[in-house]
Every structure is written in structure tokens, then in C-alpha cells.
């Protein structure tokens, strides 16, 4: 059996339990605890003016960690800078705010020389690699500069946006060809994946040869569609054991006679959490029989705070909760419970189990776990409802959900109202469905199938 190496940008602390940092470092914790391997990527730490030293191993159980710390510079340009100011409102199809910067785009592939470099020397010949997201486009070229023969499959985690959006980059070929050095390229849905289709063959690069198959001028290459999932069993078991939990306890008791709405996301303008809150505002104004009941309960830790458009966004969010808050609450009743802080995994499974309804209304999002997660901790005797984006991911298999476009606050606002009415057979017959797809489509499900993809190759059809 060849090894597992998976490389991504953020990698959880080792030795810290279950990781916080979002949905990609939870999905493969899980995936590769159960297979062990070599996790590779940035340790999340700066190693200041000074050029980045060599990678620290640490073993953990079954996964050995392989970090790297990365230089000021590095960190600007690469992760606040073309990763997270250009790469990442691009494939969010926020054209108006996607910066470009020449030396920005030269800061990410100078950084993925770096990681190519770390990584070559500790590679097994029979090495399976699994790359993953935006960060990391370019490796695979890098490593097969330097000789590195072995399968190399990458899987993207965020959006893949049409032509007209992606070409607005000025380096959009250089990033096609990147994508095109793997042996096989995962998307989240059937639609990122022909986005990326359509790109190639506009531009050039390559030709679609079946639904699967792309032709280059070099050979071929896979594109597969891969929907993650995640740990079902592991969360319906949290969400259980929660109800046990002291500190969850406390918070139901701080909610009693309370319906409560739940929304949990990075603070993160993809997210669409203003446009929540206003589709809040407006529910509880439409329903007056719902103010002084239905509480929001917001939690949302801050994200990439050196990149400037997410500081705005903290004060943007923080104002509008106020606003409402002090238009509508009561003595006793405070519309939005917005919290900053990140929660631990099973105060989180705890608190979607008390939620009647989950609030999950991204503008544009590649899948969004918390959909998954908010589902798998429901009881299945007296469920909650899901509120869910269509411009998710997840909009695409929790067919279970009541769908809204989060760009329309009056459909949003009547979607809660709906969801908090909903009778308590549909409310089961709408969860059995997607607790059904959760249960069959995990993240052992979806790690295996991409794997099986990897490790077989297969030909053209
Ligand atoms: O899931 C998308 C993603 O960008 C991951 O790649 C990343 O780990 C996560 O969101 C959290 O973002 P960040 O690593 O920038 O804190």
C-alpha cells in the first residue's frame, strides 16, 4: 500500500485534538487519521524577516506532520496577497474586489518553488500526493521540474467561476497550465468542474475528450467531481454526547423559550452575514409573533485579518449587530447573539442540535460543511430545518433543504419564518433524505473516491 502525502496550506496544531481552522484542515484530519500519512504544509507561524528555515516533523498518532514556517514577505504576498486578495475573490466571483499584483503572483509561485523544494527529498517513489486548494495550485509543476515522477491529484475546495470571471486574471493561462500538470484535478460539483472545462478549451490549453478526460498538447489529464463530505457518524455521536455537555447545558438554559437560528462561518465576506442579518432584521419585522423569541445565534470567528477587505468587514458586521440589537431588543431578548470567538467542535455539535433552524446563506461558496454538520446533529425524532444557499455547494445534494438566493432578503426572511413553521412530519421527512445522503457520502466515502481516482489513473473514454 503506497503512502499517503497530503499537502494544504493550513495544517491544525498538531497534537491539539480536533482542528478549528476550517472546513479543509477538519475533512482531512479525518481522512487521514484513519489512513496515516505525511501532512505537509505551513506551520501558520512567521519566521519574520528571515528567509524560512528547513520543515519540522512531529508525529501525532497515525499522521506525521511536516511544518514550515514562511518570512513576512512570504506570508504578504503569497497568502494574504495572491491566495487570499486575488485567487480567492476571483473564484468567488467578486471581481470588484480581486487586486492583482505582479509581485504578489511572483511571492505565491516563489513559495510554491519553496514547498516543491521541502517536499521533493522526503518523497517515497510509490508516494501517492494529494494536493490541496488555491494556495497550491503550481506544485505539481514545481515537483515535476525537479524530477518528482509519482501520481499527483490535486482537489480544489472553493468555486471554480466561468471564462468571463476567471479571465479577468492577467496570469488566468499561467494557472490553467498549473492545473493541468496533475494527474487528476477534483472539484466540489459537476459545475466548478465544467467552469474549468470551458476555460481550457477557450483558452487553448486543452480539449475535453469525454465528461472525464482532457486532452494537451502533452497527454491527458482527469477531472473528476469529488462533493466532500463529512465525519456523519463522529458528528451524530458528538451532537449526542452535547447534550450531556455542562457547558452546553449552560447555553440551553440561557435559550430556554427560545427559537433558536443558528449560523456558524469564518468572518468572511463570501459568507454573506450582513445580507443574514438583514434578512433577520426583516424576518423579525415582518413576524411580530417571533421578536422576543427568535434568537440568532451568530458565531464567527475572525479570519485573515491582515488582509484588508476582511478588517472592513469586521466592522461592518459588528455595526449592523448593534444596530438591530439596539433597534429591537428587549430587557430579556437580544435578537443576535453574535460571538467572535471559535467554538470547540462539541459545543459546536451541541448548539446546532438546540437550533430549530440553520442559517446557511453564503454568496457564493465552494460547499460549506456547516450545512453537513448543522444536519448529521439533528435529532432525528424532532429535527430542525436548514436555510440553505443556492450558491453553495451543498446546495446540490441536501435536497432537504429550503433553498433561498441570500441575495433576496424578503426570500431569506419568509424562508425562516417557513422553517420555523415547518410541521413535524415534513421537518423529519426533509432530514431522513439528507441524513440518508450524509450517512452514504462521508468523508471516508469522499477521501476514497478521489483516491481510488488517484491511485488507478484509468484512460480516456
Ligand atoms: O476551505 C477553504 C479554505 O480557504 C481552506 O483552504 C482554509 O484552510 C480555510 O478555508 C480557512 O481559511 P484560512 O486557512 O485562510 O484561515
Known sequence: MSRLVVVSNRVPAPGKGKAQAGGLAVALQAALAAKGGLWMGWSGASSGARDPGAMTFREDGPITYALTDLSRKDIDEYYAGFANSTLWP??????DITDYARKDMAGYFRVNRFFARQLAPNLLLDDLIWIHDYHLIPLAAELRQMGVKNRIGFFLHIPFPPPDVFFALPVHATILAGL????????QTRYDADNFCSCLEREGIGRRVSDDWIKTSSGHFRVG?????????????????????????????????????????????????????????????DNPAHKGRATLLQVTPKSRSDVPHYLEMQREVAELAGRVNGELATLDWTPIRYVNSSIGHSILAGLYRIARVGLVTPMRDGMNLVAKEYVAAQRPVDP????????????????????????DTEAVSQAIAQALTLPLEARRERHAAMLDHLRRHDIGAWCGAFLEALREGGQPG
Do not use: W
Open 90 to 95: 476571483l473564484c468567488h466571483y467578486r471581481l
Open 180 to 187: 493541468s500538470a496533475y494527474d487528476i484535478v477534483g472539484f
Open 225 to 285: 467531481v469529488f462533493p466532500i463530505g463529512i465525519d456523519t457518524a463522529g458528528f451524530e455521536r458528538a451532537a449526542q454526547d452535547a447534550e450531556h455537555n455542562p457547558a452546553v447545558r449552560k447555553i440551553a438554559r440561557s435559550l430556554v423559550d427560545r427559537d433558536v437560528v443558528i449560523g456558524v462561518d469564518r468572518l468572511d465576506y463570501s459568507k454573506g452575514i450582513p445580507q443574514r442579518f438583514q434578512a433577520f432584521d426583516r424576518f423579525l419585522r
Open 384 to 407: 430542525g430545518v436548514l436555510v440553505l444557499s443556492r450558491f453553495a455547494g451543498a446546495a446540490r445534494e441536501m435536497d432537504g433543504a429550503i433553498l433561498v438566493n441570500p441575495y
